[in-house]
């Protein structure tokens, strides 16, 4: 399954993530601060979606009240509820 998600609150225009059963495959982040768009979409690969969300569901970023990983998590939270 592949979903889209707008993210709000951040730099990043859009989140595509490719989940296989419970499994991240690949994730790419539109616009962010690259190199750490990169870093988070690297590290999720091959990550139960379960854990993925427990380790980014609430990071802030500047006092944003969220920031590219947390919304990863949202993405991620709306997939699997659906």
Do not use: H, W
Not at 7 to 15: A, E, L, M
Not at 61 to 72: A, F
Request: hydrophobic residues 30%; glycine residues 12%.
């Amino acid at each position: 399954m592949t979903i889209n998600y707008t993210p709000k609150g951040v730099c990043s225009r859009q989140i595509t993530v490719e989940i296989d059963g419970d499994t991240i495959k690949e994730v790419k982040f539109t616009g962010g601060c690259n190199g750490n768009t990169q870093g988070v979409a690297s590290l999720t690969k091959g990550r139960k979606v379960s854990e993925v969300i427990k380790l980014l569901e609430g990071i802030n970023c500047n006092g944003r009240g969220t920031s590219c990983p947390d919304q990863l998590a949202k993405a991620l939270k709306e997939a699997i509820k659906d």
